[in-house]
């Protein structure tokens, strides 16, 4: 039932904000500092760790968190254990320690990711409407990341380790704060543990479905490409001599903020076909102005390519979540969500963080601007590689009704990639 409490969306709002801020202070410009301390040939494995984790954490959710502790309570205590393994990292950086750097990311994320749909939960379940009011809350998310991307740029700590002691102290303060929110008793509490719900598969059975079928394919597909974005573009504009790498990547959130509202408007117009095919090339597109600006250190290509982020994300991972929720039937719609994050940011992106990472090694093999030739060729790869899927996409999926009257408020959107 939900809850009226005094000041609820503010507070909510605020959970919210120290979550994306605790994320975004270090997964931004992680991949820098692995250069700086002559780590690069890591970073597609560092990343690849909360793909993993991805994967693991929504049955850890279904089996444990949803039907036995309270959401707040759970919430606080993942913050201080991950503030804790955030805290060891920069020692482990600075010596070198690749090993230990994985296994401490691995922990830190398992810990981590669940906590993006406790969040979700704790707020849904104290407001009176969520259609409402959780598009306010969650805007804060976003607003938290891009927050942290300014104060990290702006004090000049890009490619510094500090950045992960800045999250750890932010995850020990929502950790705290967590034990303030309202009572969220475990969702699921009472509820028969069913086999069938925690492995999707009745949502597998919508694979029936060749048009669906399709989508499922090349979204876990397009995601391999897509990786090599996450992973890499802050040594890329490092190399490129951006000082303020933080500050500027933060373009990408400002552009994904404005372009989630405009998401109704453009569906209504193209339809879910066109908007993930339009997602799909707006990604080849980055590529290629990351690719046309590193070898003259063309800024503008540069920034025009992250400011792409609001297509790249919005209209494909949001609309293919507002496809997958259509699609699905009523007792099927988390399950729907889950398999489509277990086939995209699971799978798909594993994959595609360790092949950018093995063909990062062995194409930039030098540093700085020196590098920035061997950067264009870099980029080329995923350009084809997503311009390919979106091909293929255009040709098999055929163009369903156009949707109407989608309500964007009631998916639950991830992270701020």
Known sequence: MKQSKSLVIPRLSVMMFLEFFVWGAWYVTAGLVLTKFNLSSIIGTFFS????????????????????????????????????????????????????????????????????????????????????????????????????????????FSDNVIIFNI????????????????????PDKGKPLSIRDILCLDALGMLKDKNYLVFIICSMLICIPLAAYYSFTAPFLGAAGIKNVAGIMTIGQMSETIFMILIPLFIRRLGVKYMLLVGMLAWTLRYVLFGLGA?????????????????CYDFFFVTGFIYAEKKANHKMKGQAQSLLIFFTQGIGMYFGALIAGKFFNSTVTRTGTEALTQWQSFWLIPSIGALVIGIIFLLFFKKEQKSANIDVSKLNVGGDL
């Open 49 to 156: 760790m909360g793909a993993i984790a991805a994967i693991i954490s929504p049955f850890f959710l279904g089996m444990v968190v949803d039907r036995f502790f309270p959401s707040e309570k759970v919430l606080s205590v993942l913050h201080l254990m991950g503030a804790i393994l955030l805290w060891l990292m920069p020692d482990q950086i600075q010596a070198g320690n690749e090993s230990a750097i994985l296994w401490i990311l691995f922990i830190y994320m398992l810990c981590f990711m669940p906590t993006l749909a406790l969040t979700n939960n704790v707020a849904f379940q104290n407001i009176k409407n969520g259609e409402k009011s959780f598009p306010i809350i969650r805007v804060f998310g976003t607003i938290g990341w891009i927050v942290a991307g300014l104060v990290i740029g702006q004090l000049g």
């Open 167 to 186: 999250a750890a102290g932010m995850s020990v303060l929502l950790s705290l704060y967590s034990l303030t929110l309202p009572h969220t008793p475990a």
């Open 295 to 311: 070898p003259n250190e063309i800024l503008m290509f540069m920034v025009l390519g992250i400011a792409l982020h609001g297509i």
